[in-house]
């Protein structure tokens, strides 16, 4: 009997006669040759990566420190100069006295060839500037102005010369907001109508017109804001009165 015993555990070992028979021993984790074979399921836990701020303690999004959020301002601010230097680009293709324009930063660089004072008087307007803000130089005149909210450094280089030319050339010559106007010719408005100075003025100096064959006085100023700007009329001659009532 204990040889029997002995036989037994032997033939179950890998290397026993079961084993040269064909029989395979039953091993853990293996399925036994008989045993349906299924797939196994193996769970994986998902691994999610914690959000940043979610912490205890700590708000959804961080707060910007000043320094970002003066970076963002400047950002935007210069973009903002590039828009509007796009816009003034294109306002000046048909204006050859336009020479550059570019943006610096949060502001735009302008400069004008000015040929004539009227093309001066056009871009002062344009751009916002008031006559007392010029920067007189020997070769041009110096503005600061602006656009559409963003601020414009302008040079118009050769205004002290056309306005000396100007004050050379007119029989009666006024200096008004940086505009040397001839009072010896009529002066058209924007709307048509020729203004005549009859030789009368305020106690301050400033030229009094009139409407051909009208009473009523304006004062230069007053017509420049109100219906100008002003374009001297020089193809009819057209007597000018002194305050005597003498032709002059």
Known sequence: ?????????????????????????????????????????????????ARAGRGRGMSSERELTELEQQ????????????????????HAADH????????????????????????????RRYFGIEPDAERPLPYAVCAEGYRDGVRVSVVAYDVPQVRARATEVAARPYLLDGIVYDLALPQRDSQGDSWFFQ???????????????????????????????LTPVTTTATPVVREGGEAA
């Open 1 to 49: 009997m204990a040889d029997r015993g002995l036989a037994r555990s032997a033939a179950r070992r890998p290397g026993g006669r079961l084993a040269q028979r064909g029989r395979l021993p039953h091993l853990p984790g293996v399925p036994h040759p008989g045993q349906r074979r299924g797939r196994a399921r193996v769970h994986h836990r998902r691994h999610r990566p």
């Open 96 to 123: 050859p006295v336009v020479k550059t324009v570019r943006p610096d930063y949060d502001r735009v660089l302008v400069s004008l060839h000015v040929t004539e004072q009227t093309q001066w008087a056009e871009w």
């Open 199 to 229: 030789g009368e003025r305020r106690e301050d100096g400033m030229p009094l017109l009139s409407m051909d064959g009208r009473p009523e006085r304006c004062t230069l100023a007053n017509v420049v804001t109100q219906v100008g700007p």
């Open 71 to 90: 970076a963002i301002a400047w950002d935007r601010t210069c973009a903002r100069a590039r828009a509007v230097a796009a816009t003034i680009r294109e």
